[in-house]
């Protein structure tokens, strides 16, 4: 099997809360190989199972070897346990093509979660990756980048996107 197709923005599943993984099995494993294959099929950096319609908590990132980095992560059921300082970056989202805006991000955070073989593993992440990983928990929880811009800026890129601005 191919890449997923991503979901695109106002896709409603982009929206909805997913589900903890309970169990690590053949189907799950066969998930994260076309997630991560959807992954390195675009110039993104990270990938959440609710950007392929799937409302699990799995996401992958891989900010190298263009950023530093830990290199390609798989995490299942991440959680950030800490973040240290505000910054201000641009972030853009494959499921909002062709739109990026201004967003506040902790500089740096930790997370924790599940590797694809069930273990317990944590990241110390700054910069891109710090980033990503942000990102693609907030599309975990059915948060776009989108949520976190000023309203004028989120109102204006909703009703364009809708056909009603020009």
Do not use: W
Request: proline share 5%; net charge negative; with cysteine.
């Amino acid at each position: 099997m191919g890449p997923f197709e991503i979901r695109i923005y106002p896709d409603p599943v982009l929206k909805e809360l997913s589900s903890e993984v309970r169990e690590i099995d053949a189907g799950i494993s066969s998930f994260i190989d076309r997630l991560v294959a959807t992954l390195r099929s675009t110039p993104g950096v990270g990938l959440a199972a609710p950007q392929v319609g799937e409302l699990l908590r799995i996401i992958a990132i891989d900010v190298t070897p263009k950023n530093p980095g830990h290199g390609l992560i798989v995490l299942i059921n991440p959680v950030i346990t800490s973040s240290t300082g505000i910054e201000k970056v641009r972030e853009g989202c494959l499921s909002v093509p062709d739109y990026t805006a201004n967003i506040q991000r902790a500089k740096e955070v930790e997370v924790k979660g599940l590797d694809r073989d069930g273990k317990e593993v944590a990241y110390s992440s700054s910069g891109l990756e710090a980033i990503a990983f942000q990102h693609e928990i907030d599309h975990l929880d059915g948060i776009l980048f989108l949520d976190r811009i000023a309203n004028m800026k989120r109102d204006l890129f909703r009703r364009k996107i809708k056909g009603t601005v020009s």
